[in-house]
């Protein structure tokens, strides 16, 4: 990984579109401006992360998933 | 928003450009009814071999959901009016056999004229939580 060191204010350039500057810091948290094309998603990596996670445990389950749905179904007319 | 478990035809083919989290060359999927009424449905991909998730409309579970569709999505997309959108969100069974846990984190956006979608993710993790445990009726 690439590691620079910058001043609040200060910024780089990821290519020629995307540019991620450092606008406060304060004690342990760092706040960060992104400007990229509205083409590029831009996500806190947790967050991302955790949709990444939760879809393979969803395809991991399906099967069983789709069998208990289909049962509860059948089984309660009303529902 | 009414419950329209149909909105999507059974069977229909939908195409995700930019994969979706996790399964990035997953860019086909068939969306099959589930159950008589479509209330749960399968989507599976036709790219990654074996690859399927459960999906319901969250609206039925959960009413006060409002995920919001930003420009871009919208623009990507090609929807104009709240109408032009589908949305269905993966349902979970954990391995625990606890209820059913729907992703609010992450819904699917599916554009129902042309069948073109992608899987967004929210910011908000507390207000849309990733599993949402599902009361079943």
């Not at chain 1, 947790?46 to 939760?54: K, S």
């Not at chain 1, 395809?59 to 007319?77: E, H, I, Q």
């Not at chain 2, 479509?38 to 459960?54: I, P, R, W």
């Not at chain 2, 999505?73 to 979970?92: H, S």
Request: with cysteine; glycine share 8%; proline share 8%.
């Amino acid at each position: 990984m690439l590691v620079l060191t910058r001043r609040v204010g200060e910024a780089i350039v990821i290519g020629s579109d995307i540019t991620v500057k450092v606008v406060e810091v304060r004690g342990d948290q760092v706040r960060i401006g992104i400007d990229a094309p509205r083409s590029v998603p831009v996500h806190r990596e947790e967050v991302y992360r955790e949709v990444e996670r939760t879809n393979a445990a969803a395809a991991a389950a399906a099967r069983r998933t789709a069998d208990v749905l289909r049962t509860r179904r059948s089984a309660d007319p009303e529902a | 928003m009414d419950h329209q478990p149909t909105s999507v035809a059974d069977g229909a083919a939908l195409s995700f450009p930019d994969g979706i989290p996790g399964f990035p060359d997953a860019h086909g999927f068939v969306l099959q009814d589930l159950v008589e009424d479509g209330a749960f449905q399968l989507l599976a991909s036709t790219d990654v071999d074996g690859l399927e998730l459960v999906v319901a409309h969250p609206w039925p579970f959960f009413p006060e959901y409002t995920p919001e569709i930003g420009l871009e999505d919208q623009r990507e997309l090609g929807i104009d009016q709240p109408e032009d959108a589908v949305v269905f969100c993966a349902v979970t069974l954990p391995e625990d056999d606890g209820p059913p846990t729907m992703n609010l984190l992450g819904p699917f956006v599916v554009n129902r004229h042309t069948g073109i979608g992608r899987q967004l993710v929210l910011d908000d993790a507390e207000a849309t939580p990733v599993r949402a445990p599902l009361v079943l009726a």
